[in-house]
């Protein structure tokens, strides 16, 4: 089945820019995705991509998506201490749009 | 606008027990969605509904788990007779008609506790 991979801790300086990783293996994914969830609270999406999209720019954050490499990444720019949260790279599943999540990035911000 | 509630926030039961699991999603969304994470693992899709049908229920994990949608309004997940493995995060999201391959709006979860 599909599988979706990421590291699972992120250590960033406030002001410096965090980049999360992902790798996923089905290539027939349409869409992928970027949760963010902070502590107590549920999911929240932060952004997503088309699968025939390379880049996406909104804000302070940069989604980069390689197809041939099965490579998906999250950029963020100038990180601050409320970015401090576990981050979901995530992709579409079955015809009926269930997700597949990987393992989540817990992203700590140090002042 | 209410977001998707779930209910109760924490739930600590004993091996053997009983526990019923709610989501609300948000009104008007046909489409409904389970998930849960257990420690340290990925977040797995369970089963999905479109108003008050399962449209895939591919995730449960055994017949120990019912999902039931009355009305297609809100949702309850039973577990029957709880394990320890069952502990975890459970998770709800919800999205308008036709709208399950964009965003998904999740709730805060429930975190059972399997004694």
């Known amino acids: 089945g599909e599988d979706v991979e990421q590291s699972l801790f992120l250590s960033v300086r406030e002001g410096d820019s965090s980049v999360i990783n992902c790798t996923y293996t089905?290539?027939?994914?349409?869409?992928l995705y970027w949760y963010k969830q902070e502590p107590g609270a549920g999911l929240q999406l932060l952004t997503y991509?088309?699968?025939?999209?390379d880049m996406k720019q909104d804000q302070r954050l940069t989604v980069l998506l390689n197809k041939k490499d099965k490579h998906l990444s999250l950029r963020i720019a100038d990180t601050q201490t409320g970015d401090s949260a576990i981050y979901f790279c995530a992709v579409s599943g079955g015809s009926q749009g269930n997700l597949i999540f990987g393992k989540g990035t817990k992203l700590s911000v140090k002042p | 606008e209410a977001g998707v509630t779930q209910f109760p926030s924490h739930s600590v039961i004993e091996k053997g027990q009983t526990v019923t699991l709610r989501c609300d999603p948000i009104s008007g969304h046909d489409n409904l969605y389970w998930y849960r994470r257990v420690m340290g693992k990925e977040i797995k899709f369970l089963l999905h509904f479109v108003k008050e049908s399962k449209q895939d229920e591919s995730g449960m994990p055994n017949n120990r788990f019912l999902a039931e949608r009355t009305g297609g309004t809100y949702s309850t997940l039973k577990v029957q007779p709880a394990e320890l493995e069952d502990s975890g995060v459970y998770f709800c999201?919800?999205?308008?008609?036709?709208?399950?391959?964009?965003?998904?709006?999740f709730g805060p979860g429930t975190r059972l506790t399997v004694l």
């Open positions: 089905d290539s027939s994914s349409t869409y």
């Open positions: 999201a919800s999205s308008p008609p036709g709208g399950g391959r964009l965003e998904q709006f």
């Open positions: 991509i088309f699968s025939n999209m």
